[in-house]
Antibody
Framework: VQLVQSGAEVKKPGASVKVSCKAS????????LHWVRQAPGSGLEWMGT????????RYAQKFQGRVTMTRDAAISTTYMEVARLTTDDTAVYYC????????????????WGQGTLVTVS | SYELTQPPSLSVSPGQTATITCSGD??????TSWFQQRPGQPPLLVIY???KRPSGIPERFSGSNSGNTATLTISGPQSMDEADYYC?????????FGGGTKLTVL
């Protein structure tokens, strides 16, 4: 099971960025894929999640209206786009697969992608 | 919104036990995960479902969760365990992370 993300990006303030996360080694559909970011020297911040089967999404309130998560099941790839970038969006962006077990159900995030550095300057 | 609180830092000697706490309202009613993050690396799951270790995680890592506090314990930490550690829980389908604890092994 592996998640491979797209390469680093440099963007101007006001622009948009789209980061991809390609899954291999497991069934793509029927899972939730989460996006988490980490600003330099800061902790982990959850941005939202997408159901890779239905395409349904849930975003953290902070990012609603500015972040869009989509997926292309044919190529086992999930995308996360951030619009209207500011310097505060400079961060490493991670995707992470939600796994679960029953009964419960019980959820956890594993594995994670290698991260994509987005620099807004 | 739900919050998880961790101490910013912890220093231990290799022969000691490292105990990292994570506090949140009624946290014991939720399942907690713990992640290790070394510099320049993505987070690595070391504990899930409060006390389960994924395959490949050494036995010196253990976890517990009761009341308002979840705890990650590293018995006999090694220099390779020096890293940032984050707790995480779900609150109404929202993922919440603690602020992280920087563990130094002296």
């Amino acid at each position: 099971v592996q998640l491979v993300q797209s390469g680093a990006e440099v963007k101007k303030p006001g622009a948009s960025v789209k980061v991809s996360c390609k899954a291999s080694g497991h069934t793509f559909t029927g899972n939730y894929l989460h996006w988490v970011r980490q600003a330099p020297g800061s902790g982990l911040e959850w941005m939202g999640t997408i159901n890779t089967n239905s395409g349904g999404t849930r975003y953290a309130q902070k990012f609603q209206g500015r972040v869009t998560m989509t997926r292309d099941a044919a190529i086992s790839t999930t995308y996360m786009e951030v619009a209207r970038l500011t310097t505060d969006d400079t961060a490493v962006y991670y995707c992470a697969k939600e796994d679960y077990s029953t009964p419960g159900p019980i959820y956890w995030l594993d594995p994670w992608g290698q991260g994509t550095l987005v620099t807004v300057s | 919104s739900y919050e998880l609180t961790q101490p910013p830092s912890l220093s231990v000697s290799p022969g000691q036990t490292a105990t990292i706490t994570c506090s949140g309202d009624k946290l014991g009613t939720k399942y907690t995960s713990w992640f290790q993050q070394r510099p320049g690396q993505p987070p690595l799951l070391v504990i899930y479902q409060d006390n389960k270790r994924p395959s490949g995680i050494p036995e010196r890592f253990s976890g517990s969760n009761s009341g308002n506090t979840a705890t990650l314990t590293i018995s006999g930490p090694q220099s390779m365990d020096e890293a940032d550690y984050y707790c995480q829980a779900w609150d109404n389908s929202i993922v919440v992370f603690g602020g992280g604890t920087k563990l130094t092994v002296l």
